[in-house]
């Protein structure tokens, strides 16, 4: 066996441990709260040792991070193809109604994970989770959107956070996810029609005489 064979294989071994510590991390989490989870039970449910737990993580939060990361980089994937598809000028009102979507979509992918209201008893899901997105949605903006009066992570972490209590305040109200999506649809274009953060149109003038 060559030392690249070694390689692959140590590299896929690792992967299926990090792997099988997150699957136990949100089957736990989808029956307790993260402050009642302990690493001995993660390490129990997904049959290792704790010795390789802490070869991989520091502790359940940094583990928690890793799989938020990997849900944030699914919905910067997922934010990608929403722009080439419907909004290939990075018109910034169709920019955040693509977010929304983003942010919809992962909220029904992991229903269990991260549902609503009782995630608000663990605050630190949501606001990891949160920031994650913020970042890599912010990533996206600031490499597309033109400059505005407020800085790209100001913005889309307002958005990011604002569209997440929406969602809670929504469900709360025994909104459907589809009333939720053209309310906060509504809320989004009230704000960026009215300029409040100063956002340049990309729409083109027609300079024709």
Known sequence: MTQRHISEKTDKRIQNTRNSL?????????E????DISVRELCRVANITSITFYKHFSDKYDLAIATFQ???MESRKEFHALQAENNPD???LLSYYNLLDCILNIQKREREEISFPENQADPYLFFSL????????????????PAAEFSVPLISNFFCYGIWGFIAAGEKDALSAEEIREKARALIRDIVEANIFHIPSRKKTNTAS
Request: charged share 25%.
């Open 22 to 30: 997150k699957k136990a991390f949100l089957r736990l989490l989808s």
């Open 70 to 72: 990997e849900w944030s």
């Open 130 to 145: 949160s920031q994650n997105i913020a970042r890599e949605i912010g990533g996206v903006f600031q490499a597309e959107q």
């Open 32 to 35: 307790k709260p993260l402050s």
């Open 90 to 92: 990075n018109e910034p």
